[in-house]
């Protein structure tokens, strides 16, 4: 989950701003966490609340999300979800908008199979983004972090999401010559992907990502769950976004860390 945080706090600064370029600081002192990242959280939280406590996952969804967004509410939310965090009681508004991808990480890393990975991502999406393709974002996302996760090659992960998913049949460099702005989960999730399959490091996918231009801290905020999964973060690179923390994300984030290792145990 690290990594998607990471790919949001290096992408943020360039969401407006976008580069064409993979050679750039990979840490700025402008970078900060955006709802990204603060929903990635929520939906950690959402997670870990249902399997201790056997309770309804969508209504856990809803519950961090609304706490979190309204703990956090300028992180750059989208107009309809801002909307969306003011009800007492939220509805889903058949959204197809990149924010199901985004904050989807954790159904991969704690799913036990691919099944349930697909499942939670599916529920954790339609609480907001019932629509096709907001609810087809969040599953390719989370299959491919937890094929990743289970040590399966690029290849097999390309060949799942190409069979299930999408077809990713561009290349970094051929996408980066159109590629704009792009806040669609269609238009997010395959490039996310490919900016994986192509890289040769954390660091790497990290800068694929960001390289493409338009939506920056979502595209590495995808891209940085996948490769977290499959090359793991370095612990420099660790330490460095712990500097764009506060004391209740540090301590959330530690919190689901240690819930991590003792599942694992």
């Known amino acids: 989950m690290i990594?998607?945080?990471i790919g949001d706090i290096v992408g943020s600064v360039y969401e407006f701003r976008s580069i064409k370029t993979k050679d750039f600081p990979l840490f700025d002192e402008e970078c900060r966490l955006t709802d990204d990242s603060i929903m990635t959280i929520a939906v950690a939280k959402a997670l870990i609340k249902t399997k201790k406590e056997d309770s309804d996952l969508e209504k856990e969804v809803?519950?961090?999300?609304?706490?979190?967004?309204r703990k956090y509410p300028f992180a750059g939310y989208g107009g309809n979800f801002v909307l969306w965090l003011t009800e007492d009681n939220p509805m889903p508004y058949n959204s197809y908008g990149n924010g199901s991808a985004m904050r989807v990480s954790a159904c991969g890393f704690y799913a036990k199979s691919l099944d349930e990975a697909l499942d939670w991502a599916e529920r954790s999406a339609r609480v907001s983004h019932n629509h096709y393709e907001?609810?087809?974002?969040a599953k390719a996302t989370a299959a491919a972090i937890f094929l990743a996760k289970a040590g399966k090659s690029k290849e097999y992960i390309k060949d799942y999401i190409e069979k299930e998913f999408y077809v990713l049949s561009e290349s970094v460099d051929e996408i980066r010559k159109y590629y704009e702005f792009d806040v669609?989960?269609?238009g997010t999730v395959p490039p996310a992907i490919q900016c994986f399959l192509?890289?040769?490091s954390f660091e790497d996918a990290i800068r694929n990502a960001i390289s493409l231009g338009g939506d920056s801290d979502t595209l590495a905020c995808i891209t940085g769950g996948i490769a977290e999964a499959f090359y793991g973060v370095p612990d420099e690179l660790k330490t460095k976004a712990y500097r764009y923390f506060d004391e209740d994300v540090v301590r959330t984030i530690n919190e689901i860390e240690q819930y991590i290792v003792a599942e694992k145990e």
């Open 198 to 200: 192509e890289s040769e």
């Open 3 to 5: 990594g998607a945080i």
């Open 62 to 69: 809803v519950k961090e999300m609304l706490e979190w967004g």
């Open 184 to 186: 669609t989960c269609q």
């Open 134 to 137: 907001g609810i087809k974002g």
